[in-house]
């Protein structure tokens, strides 16, 4: 009886596998150009121009140029929240698009622009520390993903939180 079962669901099996919906179009000639609109954060991303870190261009590509890439706060109270603002500019020669920034820790938190930063324009990343539970010195690193080469770029903040 179980193997007529597991024969049955087996069959079941292969004729799903068989006739799954990777049965391409008939019309393939039709093309499709995507609206803006159309266009996912997904679709930026593994568009060649964006942060696909396998992708390698040879066009023009963003460069994000920082005044500086490391803050130290000095010290600081336990218990305090503390903000500084990286300023960063695109020297490069295409949009410069971020994917995302993120912290080595749940106490950093980054914001970062969400839309396309044009060349020549600048932008800022928002870096916010929570020091309640921490002591003595500290070291955070963002690291911030997008279209340039590299594709990671990291920035440090650091602190000494007084007993």
Do not use: W
């Not at 079941?12 to 159309?38: L, P, R, Y």
Request: proline share 7%; glycine share 6%; aromatic share 6%.
């Amino acid at each position: 009886m179980k193997i007529k079962l597991i024969y049955a669901l087996l069959m079941v099996f292969g004729f799903f596998a068989t006739t799954s919906c990777d049965k391409k179009s008939e019309n393939t000639t039709e093309s499709h150009e995507a609206t803006a609109e159309e266009l996912s954060a997904a679709d930026l991303i593994n568009n060649p121009n964006t942060a696909n870190p396998e992708v390698v261009t040879t066009g023009p590509a963003p460069v994000m140029t920082f005044d500086k890439n490391e803050h130290d706060f000095g010290d600081i109270k336990p218990g305090d929240v503390v903000k500084h603002t990286f300023n960063f500019k695109n020297t490069g020669k295409a949009p410069l698009i971020i994917e995302s920034a993120t912290a080595t820790c749940g106490c950093t938190v980054p914001n970062y622009p969400k839309e396309p930063i044009a060349p020549g324009q600048s932008g800022k990343i928002d870096v916010q520390f929570d020091s309640k539970g921490k002591t003595g010195q500290q070291s955070k690193q963002i690291s911030i993903r997008s279209n340039t080469q590299p594709n990671i770029t990291e920035l440090t903040i650091k602190t000494n939180i007084l007993q």
